[in-house]
Nanobody
Framework: VQLQASGGGLVQAGGSLRLSCAAS????????MGWFRQAPGKEREFVAG????????DYADSVKGRFTISRDNAKNMVYLQMNSLESEDTAVYYC?????????????????WGQGTLVTVSS
């Protein structure tokens, strides 16, 4: 699966951004999808995940209530709506796909990764 993330940028604290991830695959609907982020000097961490059938979503505690993951299987797209952004959300955001596990949260649970898009939140 080839993934292309976009939508990052510079935003003030309290603002919003919507990240998009386009997947180049014939059977997108069989993949669970996730968003991860990596801040400078830190390990890549789970942000949000969504199941194959769009019937289950999962969030890191740090973003719960502020971020929303969604997918459009007809368009091979997954999105991350980020509201009430904080300076701690500054990171490179990656989308990822997993053909094995529906509710994975670990980096190893996903086998395809996009190139990342930078989100910078100014305080």
């Amino acid at each position: 699966v080839q993934l292309q993330a976009s939508g990052g940028g510079l935003v003030q604290a309290g603002g919003s951004l919507r990240l998009s991830c386009a997947a180049s695959v014939r059977t997108f609907s069989i993949y669970s999808m996730g968003w991860f982020r990596q801040a400078p000097g830190k390990e890549r961490e789970f942000v949000a995940g969504i199941s194959w059938g769009d019937d289950f979503s999962d969030y890191a505690d740090s973003v719960k209530g502020r971020f929303t993951i969604s997918r459009d299987n007809a368009k091979n797209m997954v999105y991350l709506q980020m509201n009430s952004l904080e300076s701690e959300d500054t990171a490179v955001y990656y989308c990822a796909a997993s053909p094995w596990l529906n509710h994975g949260r670990r980096v190893v649970d996903f086998d395809s990764w996009g190139q990342g898009t930078l989100v910078t939140v100014s305080s």
